[in-house]
């Protein structure tokens, strides 16, 4: 019998593994053995189980909300035949519904723009790592442009927005896509934006919205320009954010 | 085609609720599991057969912390296993009638839970609301599996002093 004893801190390991069913046979009847002549793991085994009820108990379960599921596994829209006929072919490829997910993550955003998505996130997370948000802090355009003229080879339209809750906080320069970059700062609450404006040689393309790393991104291109928006605000906030740049410009 | 709802569709729930305790928030939560459909949805090819549960879990836990890192930025939350060891925590047996009182409080017991440590608060949710056996835990925890034990044993009884402490505060 002195080999099947164990020690208290063996015991208060064990207590776990018993407490979860995970033990075999021979080892729950020790620690039971255990259990029956120690006070002191018999009443650290009592805590450990109405601990164990208790979150089982008042512990809320999360469930999935409909929308996210809906949104995942889209029940067929009305089908048409010729959209009958597409799902025979893809059918044993992709289900609509994946499909329907594959292409509102992949398609939306054209995998040219990835990189400078890429860099817009890492260049605002660093902004906000270091004291180095703006290089001119201000809340007025009119401090804020001037500031850009001669250093930048086109102009960023530059507006506040404080009375739309979107108060601007200041400019710096940024390098994406080995490119000099005019960063533009707004607040929003607690949440910071970063606004990065580019020039491009390409035609316009409409706003578009993704998550990167955790953060929302609005991006379009308009006049010769690209526009990058991060920030950790909701998506919906952020968009409606760009719909004011948008025609603010 | 129709394999990828089958397998997952049945683990939304799951795959939300450890998303949404790791994460904290809603939105987030449903950012990291439409970002884990995707990529189950993309690497579905490399899962042969198995336990579905455990392999979109893995993902979702993954998901999760790249998002916790992400959002930290410079405030860097700790994940967990850089926590000093505290034996002490492990035998501390005071005060069992507010232990009693406490684990009834479904506030505090919830409280208490969130100020866990990620890696711990992931294996009580995985264990307590999955009901998910030691050998999926690690799989899903990316331990060893003669790991989860301990890794519970300290997860509770840091829970335990959580709870005790919410009392001092009080």
Redesign the interface.
């Known amino acids: 019998m002195i080999m099947n004893e164990l020690d208290c801190t063996a015991c ?6 018993y407490l ?1 069913k ?1 033990l075999d046979t021979v080892m729950a009847a020790r620690v039971a053995g255990h259990l029956a002549v120690c006070a ?1 793991c018999a ?2 085994h009592d ?2 189980r ?16 409909v929308s ?2 809906a ?3 889209a029940p067929v829209a009305p089908q048409t035949r010729a959209v009958e006929r597409w799902r025979k072919w893809f ?5 609509a ?2 499909l329907a ?2 292409v509102m ?1 992949y398609v939306v955003t054209p995998a040219s723009e990835q990189p400078l998505m890429d860099e817009a996130v890492s260049s605002h ?1 660093r902004s ?3 004291e180095h948000l703006n290089d001119v802090v201000s809340s007025d355009r009119h401090t804020v442009k001037p500031w850009f003229t001669g250093k930048l080879d086109f102009s960023p339209p530059v507006f506040d927005y404080s009375a739309q809750g979107f108060p601007l906080l200041g400019g710096r320069l940024d390098y994406l896509q080995h490119q000099t970059t005019a960063a533009l700062s707004y607040g929003r609450a607690k949440h910071i934006i970063n606004v990065f404006i580019l020039p491009t040689q390409e035609a316009d393309k409409p706003l578009q919205s993704q ?1 990167v ?3 929302n991104v609005v991006f379009w291109q308009e006049n010769h320009m690209q526009f990058v928006l991060v920030s ?1 605000l ?1 998506k919906s906030e952020l968009e409606a954010f760009s719909q004011l740049l948008k025609n603010g410009a | ?2 394999r ?2 089958d397998l997952f ?1 049945p683990h ?2 799951a ?3 450890l998303a ?2 790791l994460t904290g928030n ?6 990291v ?3 884990s ?2 990529r189950a ?1 993309r690497f579905l090819h490399r899962f042969t057969d198995g336990n579905a549960k455990a392999w979109f879990l893995t993902i979702v836990r993954n998901e999760s912390y ?2 916790l890192k ?2 930290a ?2 405030h860097w939350v700790a994940i967990g296993d850089e926590l000093p060891e505290d034996d002490a925590a ?2 501390h ?1 005071q005060t ?1 009638e507010l ?2 009182i406490h ?4 506030m505090l ?2 409280q208490a ?1 969130c100020a866990l440590p990620p890696i711990f608060r992931e294996v ?2 995985l ?3 999955e009901d998910m ?2 050998k999926d835990i690690a799989l899903v925890a990316d331990i060893p599996i003669g790991t989860v ?2 890794r ?2 300290r997860a ?1 009884a840091m ?2 002093l959580e709870l005790l402490k919410l009392h001092d505060h009080e």
């Open positions: 208060q390991m064990l207590v776990h593994g979860d995970e002191n009443r650290l805590q450990a109405r601990l164990k009820v208790s979150v089982k108990r008042h512990a809320p379960y999360y469930s999935a909300p996210l599921t949104n995942l596994f059918a044993p490829v992709f289900s519904t994946a997910l594959a993550l997370v906000l790592m270091g998550m790393r955790g953060f950790d909701e | 085609m129709k990828f709802e569709a939304m729930d795959a939300y609720n949404r305790w809603d939105s987030a939560a449903r950012d599991v439409q970002e459909a995707l949805f790249t998002w992400a959002s930025g410079h492990l035998s047996g069992p232990l009693a684990t009834e409080n479904a017991v919830q839970l009580i949710i264990k307590e609301l056996p030691y034990m301990s519970l044993a509770r829970l335990k």
